[in-house]
């Protein structure tokens, strides 16, 4: 089994910045890639970032280009969303994901986080 935790999630106005962290313990060795999902409310879950634990391959959304960088440090089992120039649209329930290939499609990804709010006000 693989268990993730994030954490991070907070209140922050427009323009700021948040980094979220997810924690994977258990049976890391079956896992090759993290995700960033997140969900609004009345929304479809929407994909945000993936990563290789290598780093070499990342893909992100078009919505966060430029805004959002995903890493991880593979000696913490630790993947991070560093989320930058905040905007509300960005307010939502965000989970981290991983699974055996990076992709944008949630239903590639076995093993979820509980999830961490994150509200952006106007």
């Known amino acids: 089994q693989v268990q993730l935790v994030e954490s991070g999630g907070a209140l922050v106005q427009a323009g700021g910045s948040l980094r979220l962290s997810c924690t994977v313990s258990?049976?890391?060795?079956?896992?090759?890639?993290m995700g960033w999902f997140r969900k609004a409310p009345g929304k479809e879950r929407e994909f945000v970032a993936a990563t290789s634990w290598s780093g070499r391959i990342t893909y992100y959304a078009d919505s966060v280009k430029g805004r959002f960088a995903i890493s991880g440090d593979n000696a913490k089992n630790t993947v991070y969303l560093q989320m930058n120039s905040l905007k509300p649209e960005d307010s939502a329930v965000y989970y981290c994901?991983?699974?055996?290939?990076?992709?944008?499609?949630?239903?590639?990804?076995?093993?979820w986080g509980q999830g961490t709010q994150v509200t952006v006000s106007s």
């Open positions: 258990g049976r890391t060795f079956s896992i090759y890639a």
């Open positions: 994901a991983a699974g055996p290939s990076v992709s944008s499609n949630w239903g590639g990804y076995g093993y």
